[in-house]
T-cell receptor, first 114, second 113 residues
Framework: NAGVMQNPRHLVRRRGQEARLRCSPM?????VYWYRQLPEEGLKFMVY????????ESGMPKERFSAEFPKEGPSILRIQQVVRGDSAAYFC????????????FGPGTRLTVT | AQSVTQPDIHITVSEGASLELRCNYS??????LFWYVQSPGQGLQLLLK??????LVQGIKGFEAEFKRSQSSFNLRKPSVHWSDAAEYFC???????????FGKGTRLHILP
């Protein structure tokens, strides 16, 4: 059973471009969480999704950031018009149910904005 | 405010020495408690978790942690560290079953040869 997959592992974007980060949950998991890790910080919750639904986006910046988890395919975290402050590691986790204590984490995508 | 505190940002120990990493939380009742390890450029690996029962929890790679309700602590220990243990360690808490997981800021462990 493959673990949580994230791609790309590293992403470089110029200021103003769009970044699309993908997360494929573990087989059988229908709940996905996205986190951001800034340097010298722990992981901060961004958004929690189930298939075709955003359940909790209380940690998402109000502008430029969006997330989806379609019926088919991976979950996507999209950052429009990236700025230098978006440079961070973005982690995805998946769980079989609604409880976050059952999460398994992916390897992360490291976004660098130049 | 509710929080997860890892008071040591950096810790340096000699290879073969014992290790204790501290974690305190400010949530009431008995939360779900976790320790994760992150090697440079890597994702998070779960070392161990505590939900209920025996307050001394054994994990992978020779790590253990003890839940102390009276001190609101969940400290991570290892009797003898190896150079490969150099990494960043995160304590995390789920306050109640329906809550999100909350991470401490991490402790970076350095190992002296």
């Amino acid at each position: 059973n493959a673990g949580v997959m994230q791609n790309p592992r590293h992403l470089v974007r110029r200021r103003g471009q769009e970044a699309r980060l993908r997360c494929s949950p573990m087989k059988g998991h229908s709940h996905v969480y996205w986190y951001r890790q800034l340097p010298e910080e722990g992981l901060k919750f961004m958004v929690y999704l189930q298939k075709e639904n955003i359940i909790d986006e209380s940690g998402m910046p109000k502008e430029r950031f969006s997330a989806e988890f379609p019926k088919e395919g991976p979950s996507i975290l999209r950052i429009q018009q990236v700025v230098r402050g978006d440079s961070a590691a973005y982690f995805c986790a998946s769980s079989p149910g609604q409880f976050s204590y059952e999460q398994y984490f992916g390897p992360g995508t490291r976004l660098t904005v130049t | 405010a509710q929080s997860v505190t890892q008071p040591d940002i950096h810790i340096t120990v000699s290879e073969g020495a014992s290790l204790e990493l501290r974690c305190n939380y400010s949530y009431g009742a008995t939360p779900y408690l976790f320790w994760y390890v992150q090697s440079p450029g890597q994702g998070l690996q779960l070392l161990l978790k505590y939900f209920s029962g025996d307050t001394l929890v054994q994990g992978i790679k020779g790590f253990e942690a003890e839940f102390k309700r009276s001190q609101s602590s969940f400290n991570l220990r290892k009797p003898s560290v190896h150079w490969s243990d150099a990494a960043e360690y995160f304590c995390a808490v789920v306050p109640n079953r329906d809550d999100k997981i909350i991470f401490g800021k991490g402790t970076r462990l350095h190992i002296l040869p």
